[in-house]
């Protein structure tokens, strides 16, 4: 393992076909190779190695299935990623209709046989959406998400429901109702949150991919500490119809991957305009995929000219000092690249947690008030209707959303309406402008995803002030809207070897220049390798 602190190398590998939209939709005797990233890379992308080795009948995905299915359910009772997993015969059956499909020489969506974890705050019609909370326990919707619609539309098997902090409310999922997950790569430690399901999931190889949401940093921050990639789309990419509202102007549903190849074709899939959201963008979506170029097809310096701004305010005292110096090693190795450098200021970054917290509160004291036992969520019965709204409250929803609920409700009345609530909007409009302008002089914004490695189970549970402070890096990407995308970059130099995860920002809707930058980064950084000890010695998928 290399130091946290060395620069990584520029490295090589053997030819490749370049990956377009097209080669991932056509018929199954198709014949033409598939390109993967090469061996040596240290994240090759599991949708498209899997999807060659279906199309060329070298495995099925019944095989494939029984394999994802065996490592869940080995490895599940340590790590608690799931809160429901579905039925192995209706994934088996779903997987059989597959083989059928590409045995006849059908043609199949450009997910078949990508076996997804959903986040329990995302609807499914035919599994349980608990959003990590007591008061809908065993709620089944009667429809999808939109974005489990699209994957499920284009070949994609969910194969399971992922733990979270209840009601996204959380950064540890120990503020789930139901189990606490553990982090991988130390069964001892957090795997952030709230989508920390779906990253441990995701980093155990228990699912090729998943989805999350991101309301402050629920999909980056849990991505940096599990070591996969996650990626935060712009507000409006993706429709929330079917996500469960926590604060629904800040609210966006997410990707991880092992890969940021995987993580662009999962965004590719469920961006774009739906008429059942109303903030939903009408903004044309590119064919991200064309934008991960093998590695034999880059030139010496396949990033020159890129203009890559770092922020001061998120590097200086109170972040650990081997994220720091995991963060400027990636930085030296995207100057190897041909990026222009150069330190960025924004005053205003400080400012971002305070304003986060006081309207995320806010309109979760808004979206919550719905669950009183007669409109959403299980009854408690009671003699009257004051009672009866009182006692399911009190019984469905946990201590960390019941203290949320109180801050937004007192931020919002009429008294301290314009001290707390008026004040974090014009803070807001500070931040977006902030970033707005610096993103001019920039392509990209880089930070550390997190100011720590994960932590301790339990070490910051009772301390919710410190567990909130390590929402610094992340809240103000929500408060402008911005996309970011969270990928491996190092590991602490601790003996544990924690991942750290950099991340990068770019302006509304321009993913696909993070992505292109990140497969670029991904692919020439040497010498790590970002799978877990918990599944290094088994053959994964």
């Known amino acids: 393992m290399l130091s946290s602190a060395q620069t990584p190398r520029l490295l090589r590998s053997p030819a490749a076909a370049t990956i377009t939209a097209a080669s991932l939709t056509f018929k199954c005797l198709h014949t033409s190779p598939i390109l993967t990233p090469a061996s040596t890379s240290p994240s090759p992308s599991q949708i498209l190695t899997n999807r060659k080795a279906l199309l060329s009948r070298q495995t099925s995905a019944v095989d494939l299935a029984k394999s994802?299915?065996?490592?869940?359910?080995?490895?599940?009772?340590?790590?608690?990623?799931?809160?429901?997993?579905?039925?192995?015969?209706?994934?088996?059956?779903?997987?059989?209709?597959?083989?059928?499909?590409?045995?006849?020489?059908?043609?199949?969506?450009?997910?078949?046989?990508?076996?997804?974890?959903?986040?329990?705050?995302?609807?499914?019609?035919?599994?349980?959406?608990?959003?990590?909370?007591?008061?809908?326990?065993?709620?089944?919707?009667?429809?999808?998400?939109?974005?489990?619609?699209?994957?499920?539309?284009?070949?994609?098997?969910?194969?399971?429901?992922?733990?979270?902090?209840?009601?996204?409310?959380?950064?540890?999922?120990?503020?789930?109702?139901?189990?606490?997950?553990?982090?991988?790569?130390?069964?001892?430690?957090?795997?952030?949150?709230?989508?920390?399901?779906?990253?441990?999931?995701?980093?155990?190889?228990?699912?090729?991919?998943?989805?999350?949401?991101?309301?402050?940093?629920?999909?980056?921050?849990?991505?940096?500490?599990?070591?996969?990639?996650?990626?935060?789309?712009?507000?409006?990419?993706?429709?929330?119809?079917?996500?469960?509202?926590?604060?629904?102007?800040?609210?966006?549903?997410?990707?991880?991957?092992?890969?940021?190849?995987?993580?662009?074709?999962?965004?590719?899939?469920?961006?774009?305009?739906?008429?059942?959201?109303?903030?939903?963008?009408?903004?044309?979506?590119?064919?991200?995929?064309?934008?991960?170029?093998?590695?034999?097809?880059?030139?010496?310096?396949?990033?020159?000219?890129?203009?890559?701004?770092?922020?001061?305010?998120?590097?200086?005292?109170?972040?650990?000092?081997?994220?720091?110096?995991?963060?400027?090693?990636?930085?030296s190795h995207l100057e190897e690249l041909g990026c222009t450098v150069s330190e960025v200021s924004l005053p205003s970054f400080s400012l971002g947690l305070p304003a986060y917290y006081i309207l995320a509160s806010s309109e979760s004291s808004s979206n919550l008030s719905r669950y009183d036992g007669v409109r959403y969520g299980n009854q408690v019965f009671g003699e009257e209707l004051k009672s009866l709204y009182g006692d399911s409250r009190a019984e469905g929803l946990g201590s960390e959303v019941k203290m949320r609920i109180l801050m937004g409700t007192y931020a919002l009345s009429a008294g301290y309406y314009d001290a707390y609530y008026k004040r974090a909007q014009q803070v807001r409009t500070i931040i977006r402008n902030s970033f707005k302008d610096a993103l001019v002089k920039n392509d990209i914004l880089i930070s550390p995803a997190a100011p720590s490695v994960a932590y301790k189970i339990g070490e910051k549970k009772n301390d919710p002030l410190a567990m909130y402070a390590g929402d610094i890096m992340t809240v103000n990407v929500n408060l402008a809207g911005l996309p970011a995308l969270v990928l491996p970059c190092g590991f602490d130099g601790g003996s544990a070897g924690m991942p750290i995860g950099i991340q990068m920002i770019g302006a509304a809707f321009d993913e696909e220049k993070l992505l292109k930058i990140g497969h670029i980064f991904e692919q020439t950084l040497e010498g790590y390798s970002f799978i877990p000890p918990l599944i290094a010695d088994e053959q994964t998928c």
């Open 68 to 331: 994802f299915l065996q490592r869940l359910r080995r490895h599940e009772p340590e790590l608690s990623s799931f809160l429901y997993v579905s039925p192995e015969d209706i994934v088996l059956k779903q997987a059989e209709e597959l083989d059928n499909k590409i045995k006849n020489n059908e043609e199949v969506g450009p997910l078949a046989g990508v076996f997804v974890g959903v986040k329990d705050n995302i609807c499914t019609y035919d599994m349980p959406s608990t959003a990590g909370s007591r008061i809908l326990e065993n709620y089944r919707p009667p429809f999808d998400a939109t974005a489990v619609r699209k994957l499920r539309e284009r070949g994609a098997i969910v194969i399971g429901k992922t733990n979270l902090d209840e009601f996204g409310m959380g950064s540890t999922t120990e503020g789930s109702a139901y189990q606490v997950t553990a982090n991988p790569w130390d069964l001892s430690r957090v795997p952030g949150g709230s989508s920390g399901g779906s990253a441990a999931a995701v980093s155990a190889r228990q699912c090729m991919v998943a989805l999350g949401s991101d309301t402050g940093g629920s999909v980056r921050q849990p991505a940096s500490f599990c070591g996969v990639v996650g990626l935060k789309p712009t507000y409006g990419r993706v429709s929330r119809y079917g996500l469960v509202a926590y604060a629904s102007s800040l609210d966006v549903i997410g990707c991880f991957g092992s890969s940021v190849a995987d993580a662009g074709i999962l965004l590719n899939t469920i961006s774009g305009f739906d008429n059942f959201d109303a903030t939903s963008s009408k903004q044309e979506v590119p064919d991200y995929a064309s934008q991960f170029v093998p590695l034999d097809y880059l030139e010496s310096k396949p990033l020159k000219g890129l203009r890559v701004g770092v922020i001061h305010e998120t590097l200086e005292n109170g972040v650990d000092s081997e994220v720091v110096s995991s963060v400027r090693g990636a930085v």
